[in-house]
């Protein structure tokens, strides 16, 4: 363009003399090369440029072909303590990030119980306990998990200290998640949260909420098969106990010998039943409980081994004889006689007696945990311990399962997928029914358990 013989000109009715004339020219020729050379302008419909990225040989959208949003993470520490509390601790930090409309980094676990020496932690990668893709598929819409390998700027970070101490209120919590999700927090790639482990951060969140979190949660397939070769082998075991029931009751009969063996044939092609319990009576847990139940004001929270084989061999409606495997911690166990005393029709099997135990031993302690929590849940009836969190996510679960199947208060043995509090007296000298209260406005009767069990 040559200004050099503009002497004046005349746009929208107003004349420019030569200066002006010259001035305009200017801005024009400095717009049409800001117009060639930057392919967005910063702040436009509200996005300032740290909430750009310029892609190159990309193929998007007419709507977006100048730049995409970049995406925004959380960033939680490493999770620690026991397999429920960690998965507890996991959601908390799931329902963060979606309160901060950010993507979780998939965070480290622990694999082993070491939870006071942070430097005896075995960190074990998320992914290599539950199925990463698995997770986001199923939980697409509502929370997502992303990698490190999706940073564009791992170097855009602010760091928040979540509050703590008794000044540190609910209330003050919320304010700051709310702060934090608005400008100019919200403007970072990445919001790293140090300081105490998720699992004791404030609760802000429904029981629906943690309980569609969970369901997202599908264990690796490795895992899920070492926790099918436990229940086959109690299944097995529970085929040849049907078996010999039925030769005994027939052994005097020829002709009720040869329909015996009739229907011992069709039952291996039937799911035989077993039953679970939790079994709390290692030494860490008898003294949290004695403890806990000081603090509490509650005498309902420990339960000697005699008093849970009472409870669970007075279940009304169970049917016996039934395999029941005892689901707990070998290697924190001081009483090896947890086998005896059991009721008539009761078999009770641990690790060793059911010949898997070198199949747990081969695994850290995380994984352990994992294998009988997936046993428990299958099991046709449950048993455990209303402040155990291991014990109170099984029943969330199947609480669930018998929602689903459109059973509004799913306790007792006259429905699918019963559960009982060993710990709570029943009717007939029985554990209590239990299910889990899906309406609750807080996990945290679950998180540190109750006495409450919604039946």
């Known amino acids: 363009m040559d200004l050099s013989n ?79 509390n960690q998965k507890i601790a996991f959601a908390r930090a799931c329902l963060t990030a979606v309160m901060l409309n950010r993507t979780l980094l998939m965070p480290s676990l622990s694999a082993s119980l070491f939870y006071k020496e942070i430097d005896l932690l075995q960190p074990i990668s998320f992914d290599k306990v539950f199925q990463f893709d698995k997770f986001n598929s199923l939980c697409n819409g509502f929370v997502q998990l992303g990698r490190y390998s999706d940073l564009v700027n791992g170097s855009d970070v602010f760091e928040l200290q979540k509050g703590s101490g008794r000044k540190w209120t609910i209330g003050r919590d919320l304010d700051q998640l709310r702060q934090f999700s608005k400008d100019p927090y919200d403007g970072y790639e990445i919001i790293r949260i140090i300081g105490k482990n998720p699992f004791l951060w404030h609760d802000h ?19 899920s098969a070492e926790a099918d070769k436990v229940v086959s082998r109690i299944r097995e075991l529970g085929r040849e106990l049907r078996r010999e029931v039925r ?42 409980c004695k403890k806990l139940e000081q603090r509490s004001n509650i ?67 995380l994984i352990q945990s994992a294998i009988d929590y997936e046993v428990c849940l299958r099991a046709n009836v449950f048993v455990g311990n209303s402040f155990s969190t291991f014990s109170s996510l099984i029943v969330l ?25 060993y710990n709570l007296l029943g009717d007939s000298e029985g554990p209590r029914p239990w299910m889990a209260n ?6 945290r009767a679950i998180s540190f358990g109750s006495n409450e069990v919604f039946c």
């Open 247 to 288: 030769l005994l009751q027939n052994v005097t009969s020829k002709v009720g010998l040869l329909q015996n063996r009739t229907h011992v044939s069709s039952s291996f092609l039937e799911p035989v039943p077993y039953l679970a319990v939790h079994m709390r009576i290692e030494k860490d847990w008898m003294i949290h």
């Open 205 to 223: 969140w429904l029981v629906q909420d943690y309980a569609k979190v969970f369901e997202c949660l599908v264990l690796v397939d490795e895992i």
């Open 6 to 84: 503009c002497n004046s000109l005349t746009i929208f009715g107003l004349h420019l003399n030569s200066v002006a004339c010259k001035c305009l020219g200017l801005i024009v020729i400095a717009f049409v090369f800001r117009t060639i050379f930057s392919p967005a302008f910063s702040g436009v419909g509200g996005i300032g440029k740290d909430d750009l990225v310029f892609v190159h040989n990309v193929s998007l959208p007419s709507s977006s072909r100048y730049g995409i949003k970049k995406m925004k993470f959380l960033e939680v520490p490493q999770i620690v303590w026991g397999l429920n």
């Open 397 to 421: 679960e199947r609480t669930q399962k018998m929602i689903r199947t459109g059973v509004s208060r799913p306790c007792g043995m006259d429905v699918k997928w019963p559960s009982y509090a």
């Open 438 to 443: 899906m309406s609750h406005s807080s996990l």
């Open 299 to 365: 005498s309902e929270i420990c339960s000697s081994k005699e008093e849970i084989m009472s409870r669970v061999g007075n279940i009304v409606g169970l049917k016996m004889p039934i395999l029941v495997y005892l689901a707990v911690a070998d290697s924190l166990l001081e009483d090896n006689s947890i086998l005896k005393g059991w009721k008539e029709g009761l078999l009770p099997y641990e690790k060793k007696k059911l010949g898997v135990a070198g199949m747990y031993k081969r695994h850290p302690y």
